[in-house]
């Protein structure tokens, strides 16, 4: 990506100085433990002082060492292995409540997604659903769980909703052969970010769907792609990401939706349960 740190790093670093270059090497080569430090602790790590460490955030187009330190996680998230990234959370964590820390930092990004996510994206990607000939969705490897979900929600109240299954980049386009300009295609990617995910939204976009992006920043490569961007925060929980934020959003969705179309819905709904009653789909306790 164009937007990679450690590519701006290797950019700039010739013109870097000594205390510059300390940082630049402590990024490039022991990202996984520089992601989570602070300035001063950073500092301290490299042998330079703090305002060095956010002159060199700032030299590298950074608003603040914030900005900064996001862009190094983004690194790590993306580039660890499953067993580096269980250490990297070993050390985040430390030893303490697992379930108080791991819920405190959920909340954390449910109230980071809030005031990050851009609203008109999120009513613009509602009325692409709403009025689309067709309804893609698709999500690949640890990103398909929340794409089901979607799936799933979206089928009981519409008729034209269709999961693409993430089997083979060929059969990827098959199944979207028809996607057109009346369309919208849903899709999910979050770190390790999927090549045949960027693939799909490329295909759409050159087919004239609409592409509605759901990934964890405006730096995925699924963000150039998209016509309306949805950003929600992810990160590790072991080997696994936490995904708590985007599902947060599908929620809102499914929500916005039924506001919109409750009379429909409900009615499509009265019919379902007579279908389940008569089927036996739910148990009676």
Request: hydrophobic share 40%; aromatic share 10%.
């Amino acid at each position: 990506m164009a937007n990679d740190i450690s590519e701006r790093i290797l950019n700039a670093f010739p013109g870097f100085s000594k205390g510059q270059k300390k940082i630049a090497n402590a990024i490039l080569n022991d990202y996984d433990k520089a992601a989570y430090m602070t300035a001063a602790r950073l500092g301290r790590h490299v042998g330079v002082s703090e305002s060095t460490v956010v002159r060199f955030a700032s030299e590298l187009g950074f608003e603040g060492y914030g900005e900064f330190q996001r862009a190094v996680q983004e690194l790590v998230r993306t580039r660890l292995t499953p067993n580096q990234r269980i250490e990297v959370t070993k050390q985040r964590l430390g030893k303490g409540d697992v379930i108080e820390k791991v819920m405190e930092s959920d909340i954390a990004k449910i109230r980071f997604t809030l005031e990050n996510l851009n609203k008109d994206a999120f009513y613009s990607s509602v009325e692409a659903i709403l009025s689309s000939r067709t309804i893609y969705v698709m999500g690949v490897r640890s990103s398909e769980p929340i794409a089901r979900l979607l799936n799933h929600n979206l089928s009981l109240i519409f008729d034209n909703v269709k999961f693409v299954q993430p089997t083979s980049v060929a059969e990827v386009f098959e199944q979207m052969f028809s996607i057109g300009e009346n369309d919208v295609l849903i899709a999910f990617s979050f770190p390790r970010y999927s090549s045949k995910m960027v693939s799909a939204v490329k295909y759409a976009r050159q087919k004239g769907a609409r592409v509605i992006g759901f990934t964890d920043s405006a730096i995925s490569p699924l963000a150039e792609h998209a016509t309306y961007l949805l950003t929600a925060q992810s990160d590790m929980a072991s080997f696994m990401d936490t995904l708590v934020a985007p599902i947060s959003i599908i929620n809102a969705i499914i929500i916005e939706i039924t506001n919109r179309r409750e009379k429909e819905i409900t009615a499509r709904f009265d019919a379902l349960e007579k279908v389940w009653d008569e089927y036996d789909v739910y148990t009676k306790r």
